[in-house]
């Protein structure tokens, strides 16, 4: 019953894990990731992960206040910024949200304040979409942990 | 067994010399810091980290750290890449130094940025395949 029981979790994960594939949402360098992971470092993408979530929301937060700012025409610290999302965001996997910071990047590169606001809400969009994707995948690892006996400090 | 300072491990004449490889990771982003601090130690390396080039600098004042290998971010606040390559350099550091780049860096800022006194430059994300044959090519030197 219990090997039943993983057996089915294992698939879902499989499912959700193609599908965010299949839709662009991840890429190849996520594999990456995984494969660093072992008995040794036994969160590690957990762990990574959360660090990502921390560190963009931060940059988010920071970029929406910049735009909202009525004498904002600091287009370079956007343009760091948006180096620093692109930058973690390929390094964990995350395509799409990598691609469309990219976008709102070229919008920052020639001073579009109307193109930064709409950037920024694609960008956010797309973060949320993968953070909640992230986190059904982790609860889905987290049950199979737990349906198969495993037990590690989360 | 006897350890130096360096962290070699001397074992009994029978036995060869083991060496851990140590790097210093230098990145203003603590998922770059954490992904480069996994693969290093996923290739049997130690590692420490810096946010930023200023402090990569800081670590080399006492002349007393001996990294065999720092992984350099191009772009960090307070003192970037491009500079604390040079400022190593100037202070006589002879450790391997890869830049890591992004793909946003044109032909020329990457020129520059091997021009500072790195031997490499790789773009991101790195991952083991990429940093594997410039560490065995260290570890075989």
Do not use: W
């Not at chain 1, 590690?44 to 735009?67: A, G, M, P, Q, T």
């Not at chain 2, 290739?43 to 670590?59: D, M, R």
Request: charged share 25%; proline share 2%; glycine share 6%.
């Amino acid at each position: 019953m219990l090997g039943l029981g993983v057996d089915r979790l294992q698939a879902d994960i499989n499912r959700l894990l193609t599908s965010l594939f299949h839709q662009g949402v991840l890429d190849e360098q996520f594999l990456q990731l995984q494969q660093l992971q072992d008995e040794t470092s036994p969160t590690f993408v957990y762990d990574v992960i959360n660090i990502y979530f921390d560190e963009s929301e931060k940059l988010l937060r920071s970029l929406r206040l910049l735009l909202m700012d009525r004498e904002f025409s600091d287009y370079k610290k956007i343009g760091l910024h948006l180096n620093q999302l692109v930058g973690s965001s390929s390094s964990i996997g995350a395509r799409r949200v990598r691609n469309v910071c990219v976008a709102f990047r070229s919008a920052s590169e020639l001073n579009n304040r109307p193109g930064c606001l709409r950037g920024l809400e694609i960008v956010e969009h797309e973060y949320h979409y993968l953070k909640n994707m992230m986190h059904e995948l982790f609860q889905l690892e987290q049950q199979r942990l737990l349906a198969a006996g495993v037990r590690y400090p989360m | 067994m006897a350890t130096t300072s360096t962290g070699d491990i001397e074992k009994t004449k029978s036995v060869e010399v083991k060496k851990k490889l140590n790097v210093l990771i230098v990145d203003d982003d603590p998922v770059i810091r954490k992904l480069h601090e996994i693969i290093i130690k996923s290739i049997g390396g130690i590692s420490q980290t810096a946010k930023n080039g200023e402090e990569a600098v800081n670590i080399h004042r006492d002349g007393n750290a001996s990294f065999d290998l720092i992984l350099m971010d191009k772009e960090m606040p307070e003192r970037d890449g491009l500079s604390a390559t040079k400022k190593l350099r100037e202070m006589k550091v002879t450790s391997m130094i890869i830049g890591v780049t992004t793909l946003a860096d044109n032909e020329e800022e990457r020129k520059a940025f091997m021009e500072a006194g790195l031997n490499h430059c790789l773009a991101k994300p790195l991952s083991k395949a990429k940093i594997l044959p410039l560490i065995n090519n260290l570890m075989d030197a």
